[in-house]
Nanobody, 124 residues
Framework: VQLQASGGGLVQAGGSLRLSCVAS??????YAWFRQAPGKDREFVAG????????PTAGSVRGRFTISRDIANNAVHLQMNNLKPEDTAVYYC????????????????????WGQGTQVTVSS
């Protein structure tokens, strides 16, 4: 089982990127995006259950980032709009077999599967 993250790149402030996370071999109950900026701890960005429902999003990206599921392609996407230099980080896709409750999705210790990370760089 693998999680393949893609879609990162270099963009100017105010621009947009869409990250994709494709799970090969199976479908998971919960997916999430985390990010880690240089010199900082990894932090939760957004989460989603495969069955739908609420999609918790970190306050720093709320209103700019949207997580969604793509059933046809067994993928989860993170649409990032109005990017800021402080969004620069390596973005990681994570997944777990369980359908986590909304209040637990930000806990990275609950995710059993991680993708390799994709670099997002936002220039000012």
């Amino acid at each position: 089982v693998q999680l393949q993250a893609s879609g990162g790149g270099l963009v100017q402030a105010g621009g947009s990127l869409r990250l994709s996370c494709v799970a090969s071999g199976r479908t998971f109950g919960t997916y999430a995006w985390f990010r880690q900026a240089p010199g900082k701890d990894r932090e939760f960005v957004a989460g989603i259950r495969w069955t739908g429902g609420s999609t918790p999003t970190a306050g720093s990206v709320r209103g700019r980032f949207t997580i969604s599921r793509d059933i046809a392609n067994n993928a989860v996407h993170l649409q990032m709009n109005n990017l800021k230099p402080e969004d620069t980080a390596v973005y990681y896709c994570a997944a777990d077999s369980r359908s986590l409750i909304t209040g637990s999705m930000a806990r990275e210790d609950l995710y059993g599967y991680w993708g390799q990370g994709t670099q997002v760089t936002v220039s000012s």
